[in-house]
């Protein structure tokens, strides 16, 4: 502990007598200071004892003293020395009943002690305690070294807490709580996620002290040495933390931050690995997916799986109307969708966002995920129905509610696989692409396949150049239909609704079937086509469906 004026007042050397503030004598003294001005305080920092002889004060004066001890408590002068024997032979009462009135501890110091006697104590305490610190620090170090080494984060996280007399808390990349000690702090911890976040947005290094209740004291601090942090640290005390419980958290810091690079390293050795098993499985090599996958990823191949692909494309211009069923960019998303440098193609961005969702959530389930870039993409596999997947879900619904305010920002768009396995892996991955084309037709963050197939094929119609192409089918039919010489197109959509019968196809039109042959005759002539092609009638329904005709 630094000198207090109560160690001061029992130093037997000093032989100093307290004659007003005995119920303040536990504060503790920063430094010894000797000042005859009359006014001293431009020249405080706070937290001083001041040594004075009354040289040129008026010592005797009641209401000037009250005045100068008044302005000494304002600047955090802890307490006063006077030294008797000098300019006066006992310490005037005027002074003694305005440190009395004040709360200021008067210390009556007998002329045979210098004030430097006095100034070079509270410098070998203050020495004394900052030697303690950093001898306490050192040990702190070595143990929290060796929890780290043997216990992992959870053992450092238990050294860190009992060094600082209250709790410690760690946070993933998405701010999720990853371990805390002692176990009663999960509770508190958890309703930092908030502040968690909004330290994430800041470049690393960044800190911050938040309130966590009453009596909490909360310093969160950011993990890694990216442009992003890669976790954070929470600590929790009743009070501010001294040197030696400082030392403690910057070692603990420095501990976490090698942990986790060395976690990065390891990571990118475990999407070549990954990426390894992607294109086995891709090229029907399950087998052999399967025995470089090991333990890493083995689980996940002896379990339904589902072939996610994502990919982030930009917004229509401004101006542009969007695809039918989107709006705008992004918007406030981007407190999700920040740059995190991680695994997902390009650094940053949602697509990183995405693959730190995900295997946060499949890191807390427990379960395996698979990450790889492939091109532009980011393809994952995740377990059908758990957590990851879950999370995938999740995160695209948060972005698609937020995507109406507008922003101009690249837009991310996911495609779901149906439930498939290591023999299927490459017709999965052929479903996870279209349900990917229809995201970004739709203008949706997410498809999944089986949305595709249970839907209909005429939404996919609404594409301009599906637009375009049918418009340029039927103009000739058009033309001919303005100058008022028959009905081609109206035939045309009866006869096929009706699978090309006649009959029927007349009598929904109100004329002879004859009328009606000659019609399809004159479509034909017009088209250059043969309405006898299987392609050509498609061609023309869809056609017809494509434009409302």
């Known amino acids: 502990m630094p000198p207090t004026l109560a160690s001061l007042v029992h130093h037997s050397a000093l032989k100093l007598t307290v004659r007003a503030g005995e119920d303040h004598l536990d504060t503790a003294v920063r430094w010894a200071h000797v000042s005859e001005l009359a006014d001293p305080v431009p020249y405080m920092e706070g937290g001083e004892l001041l040594l004075i002889t009354a040289l040129k004060l008026d010592a005797e004066d009641f209401e000037a003293m009250r005045r100068y001890v008044k302005r000494l408590s304002a600047a955090g002068v802890v307490g006063l020395g006077f030294a008797v024997g000098v300019n006066y032979d006992d310490v005037p009462e005027a002074l ?31 020495a004394a305690d900052q030697y303690r610190a950093v001898t306490s620090g050192f040990a702190a170090q070595r143990e929290l070294t060796k929890q780290a080494l043997n216990e992992g984060p959870e053992g450092l996280l238990a050294v860190l807490a009992a060094q600082v007399d209250g709790w410690a808390a760690l946070y993933d990349a998405s701010g999720a709580v990853v371990a805390t000690a002692p176990e ?15 330290l994430r947005d800041r470049p690393a290094p960044a800190s911050a002290v938040v309130a966590g209740g009453a009596d909490d004291r909360v310093e969160l601090h950011s993990i890694g040495t990216g442009r992003r942090p890669r976790a954070a640290l929470a600590v929790g005390t009743a009070a501010a933390l001294g040197t030696a419980e400082r030392y403690a958290l910057h070692s603990a810091i420095a501990l976490l931050t090698l942990t986790t690079e060395r976690s990065r390293a390891l990571y990118a050795a475990e999407q070549r690995i990954g990426a390894a098993v992607l294109r086995m499985l891709l090229a029907g090599e399950p087998d052999h997916a399967r025995a470089v996958a090991g333990d890493l990823y083995g689980a996940l191949l002896d379990a339904p799986f589902r072939m996610v692909a994502a990919e982030v494309v930009a917004p229509p211009p401004t101006g542009v109307a969007a695809p039918a ?58 377990v059908d129905g758990g957590a990851a997947a879950e999370a995938c879900v999740q995160y695209a619904e948060v972005l698609e509610a937020t995507r109406a305010e507008g922003s101009a920002d690249d837009e991310l768009v996911i495609g779901f696989s149906a439930p498939s396995g290591p023999i299927a892996a490459a017709t999965a991955f052929k479903q996870a692409e279209q349900a990917l084309s229809v995201a970004r037709r739709r203008g949706r963050v997410l498809v999944e396949h089986e949305d595709v ?97």
């Open 184 to 198: 009663w702090a999960g509770r508190r911890a958890a309703r930092l996620t908030a502040d968690v976040e909004r």
């Open 453 to 549: 197939v249970a839907g209909s094929v005429l939404p996919l119609l609404g594409d301009d150049a599906v637009r375009a192409f049918a418009d340029g089918l039927l103009r000739a039919l058009r033309d001919h239909d303005a100058t008022g010489r028959g009905d081609l197109v109206a035939s045309l959509r009866a006869w096929l609704s009706r699978h090309g019968q006649w009959d029927a196809a007349a009598a929904d039109l109100g004329v002879h079937r004859h009328t009606l042959r000659y019609r399809m005759r004159r479509v034909e002539e017009i088209l250059g086509r043969s309405l006898d092609d299987p392609d050509v009638r498609m061609e023309l329904w869809l056609a017809l469906k494509a434009t409302g005709a």
């Open 96 to 126: 003694v009943k305005a440190a009395k009135d004040e709360g200021l501890p008067l210390l009556e110091v007998p002329p045979r002690t210098p004030f430097i006697a006095i100034s070079k104590a509270v410098s070998a305490a203050i």
């Open 325 to 382: 069923g989107a709006s705008g960019g992004t918007g406030t998303a981007l407190l999700l969708a920040e740059a995190v440098t991680g695994a997902g193609g390009a650094s940053g961005g949602p697509l990183s966002v995405l693959a730190d969702v995900v295997e946060s959530a499949a890191a807390r389930a427990g379960e395996a995920v698979l990450v790889v870039p492939h091109g532009e993409r980011t393809v994952l596999l995740v």
